[in-house]
T-cell receptor, first 118, second 115 residues
Framework: NAGVTQTPKFQVLKTGQSMTLQCAQD?????MYWYRQDPGMGLRLIYYSASEGTTDKGEVPNGYNVSRLNKREFSLRLESAAPSQTSVYFC?????????????????FGQGTRLTVV | AQSVTQLGSHVSVSEGALVLLRCNYS??????LFWYVQYPNQGLQLLLKYTSAATLVKGINGFEAEFKKSETSFHLTKPSAHMSDAAEYFC?????????????FGGGTRVLVKP
């Protein structure tokens, strides 16, 4: 059971380059998320998708775009990478709980993408 | 708005000693609270969660946490540390009424276990 799969695992970009981080989940979850992890700051939400066809901004969306391609896949795009975007990026998914939201249930995380922008 | 504060970015314990990781939260509505663990070069996995049922919550690997509303705390404990507990631990809060899972994480506490 793969769970949440992220590609690539490592990437080095030059300032100004673009790239797309891919994420797929096989648990039939409705909700998917992109977080970035920086030392001492925990995880911060970049974008999320509560269900297929919807996306919304999180805490730190500037410089990023997302696409919920279908129920399984949720990609994160950096159009013009900057050194401040050097981070570890995690994709996660969750299912709606009994109250109909995703916030009350467990989030399942991918193994992360370590991105360095030079 | 909701927030989480974890006291201590690093904790060092001896094998067999008590592990205590502190977490305080703020939330304008009754919260759901979570502890996640991250082993080196891996994603996060759920240790335990509080969802307004019992205030003492038991999780995996011998961890437990107690929800104290009066203190707005959700501290994580384990009576006897094991070498395999060396990891980073994150407390997180999520509040009702938010579409999608807007988990807010604390800054994390890295646990070092000494033999």
């Amino acid at each position: 059971n793969a769970g949440v799969t992220q590609t690539p695992k490592f990437q080095v970009l030059k300032t100004g380059q673009s790239m797309t981080l891919q994420c797929a989940q096989d648990m039939n979850h409705n909700s998917m998320y992109w977080y970035r992890q920086d030392p001492g700051m925990g995880l911060r939400l970049i974008y999320y998708s509560a269900s297929e066809g919807t996306t919304d901004k999180g805490e730190v969306p500037n410089g990023y775009n997302v696409s919920r391609l279908n129920k399984r896949e949720f990609s994160l795009r950096l159009e013009s990478a900057a050194p401040s975007q050097t981070s570890v990026y995690f994709c996660a998914s969750s299912e709606k709980g009994e109250l109909g939201f995703g916030w009350e249930t467990e989030a399942f995380f991918g193994q992360g993408t370590r991105l360095t922008v030079v | 708005a909701q927030s989480v504060t974890q006291l201590g970015s690093h904790v060092s314990v001896s094998e067999g000693a008590l592990v205590l990781l502190r977490c305080n939260y703020s939330s304008s509505v009754p919260p759901y609270l979570f502890w996640y663990v991250q082993y080196p070069n891996q994603g996060l996995q759920l240790l335990l969660k509080y969802t307004s049922a019992a205030t003492l919550v038991k999780g995996i690997n011998g961890f437990e946490a107690e929800f104290k509303k009066s203190e707005t705390s959700f501290h994580l404990t384990k009576p006897s540390a094991h070498m395999s507990d060396a990891a980073e631990y994150f407390c997180a809060v999520s509040a009702s009424g938010a579409a999608g899972n807007k988990l807010t994480f604390g800054g994390g506490t890295r646990v070092l276990v000494k033999p």
